[in-house]
């Protein structure tokens, strides 16, 4: 059974440090997503990463992909404020799609 | 160009009433998904279907029925609505091919009580 576990759970961070989301997942996947979401709202897409090795960078977030750990990092530079939110990775297998329980990430001044 | 759009955005139900949770999209996706999002969980896969008329059980299917009679339309039935679902619920449609991109509709929160 595909089994998704992200740590930490809970993350709160300085504004301007460094910190790494992680992502484990138990069985062979097709794909991996990241997803951010505020309170309240629905999911809004960050990467999708398909192979061993892929690393996509968008402003202060970079995911990577690392197939045969069947993990995937999602790291923060330099946090700032507007950076707050959940944050969730989800493995595809086919058509089965499994989610982290989240990581609610909160960034102090 | 809509998306994906669902209908209603809040709903309260009784205990074993039913309803229909509506989800529509105009991007002529083939792949479509039902999630119901849980404080703690994140989201968890309840029915999906790959084209009109097929569809397939996901990780929570148990009092929740959905057809899909054509690409655009995907809708989701509690059958006897229970305090165990009150939930948000969202929709979700996936670009066929390449990267597999994923969009999510804006989510129905619903009450059982």
């Known amino acids: 059974e595909l089994k998704v576990e992200q740590n930490p759970l809970f993350l709160s961070m300085q504004e301007g440090k460094n910190y790494t989301i992680y992502c484990n997942y138990s069985?062979?996947?097709?794909?991996l997503y990241w997803y951010r979401q505020d309170p309240g709202k629905s999911l809004e897409s960050l990467f999708v990463l398909l192979s061993n090795g892929a690393v996509k960078q968008e402003g202060r977030l970079m995911a990577s992909l690392d197939t045969k750990a069947r993990l995937s990092t999602l790291h923060i530079t330099a946090a700032v404020h507007d950076l707050s939110a959940t944050y969730f990775c989800?493995?595809?297998?086919?058509?089965?799609?499994?989610f982290g329980a989240g990581t609610r990430l909160t960034v102090k001044p | 160009n809509a998306g994906v759009t669902q209908t209603p955005k809040f709903q309260v139900l009784k205990t074993g009433q039913s309803m229909t949770l509506q989800c529509a999209q105009d991007?002529?996706?083939?792949?479509m998904s039902w999630y119901r999002q849980d404080p703690g969980m994140g989201l968890r896969l309840i029915h999906y279907s790959v084209g009109a008329g097929i569809t397939d059980q996901g990780e929570v299917p148990n009092g929740y029925n959905v057809s899909r009679s054509t690409t655009e339309d995907f809708p989701l039935r509690l059958l006897s609505a229970a305090p165990s679902q009150t939930s948000v619920y969202f929709c979700?449609?996936?670009?066929?091919?390449?990267?597999?991109?994923?969009?999510f509709g804006p989510g129905t929160r619903l009450t059982v009580t």
């Open positions: 979700a449609t996936r670009r066929p091919g390449g990267i597999g991109e994923q969009y």
């Open positions: 989800a493995v595809v297998n086919l058509n089965d799609m499994r």
């Open positions: 991007m002529n996706h083939e792949y």
């Open positions: 069985t062979t996947s097709d794909r």
